[in-house]
């Protein structure tokens, strides 16, 4: 089993940063492949960025691409979404998210991810 725990969220303006940071625990996670979802009110949730186990390869949605980059420390077992250049259609419930096996193409395949947190608020004002 592994326990994901996000932080880091909260309300900014347009325009600004946030950092989420990903805990994770219980099994080896530098096996695994992180993922970072959203979920906006009344819209399904949406795949936002992917890294491989070791950092080597990173994936990110079209909308986001440019403006956030996630990353990996696998000595303290945390995964992080920088958002820089914050819109308001930004605002969504942040999910972290892990899987133990990967192939190319299916980072945004939800089904595919094993483990997910509880998911952190993120707001963006006008």
């Known amino acids: 089993q592994v326990q994901l725990v996000e932080s880091g969220g909260g309300l900014v303006q347009a325009g600004g940063s946030l950092r989420l940071s990903c805990a994770a625990s219980?099994?080896?996670?530098?096996?695994?492949?992180m993922g970072w979802f959203r979920q906006a009110p009344g819209k399904e949730r949406e795949f936002v960025a992917g890294?491989?186990?070791?950092?080597?390869?990173?994936y990110y949605a079209g909308s986001v691409k440019g403006r956030f980059t996630i990353s990996r420390d696998n000595i303290v077992n945390t995964v992080y979404l920088q958002m820089n250049s914050l819109k308001p259609e930004d605002t969504a419930v942040y999910y972290c998210?892990?899987?133990?096996?990967?192939?190319?193409?299916?980072?945004?395949?939800?089904?595919?991810?094993?483990?997910w947190g509880q998911g952190t608020q993120v707001t963006v004002s006008s």
């Open positions: 219980g099994r080896t996670f530098n096996s695994l492949f």
């Open positions: 998210a892990a899987r133990k096996y990967f192939y190319s193409g299916s980072e945004g395949s939800e089904g595919a991810y094993d483990y």
């Open positions: 890294i491989l186990w070791s950092g080597g390869a990173v």
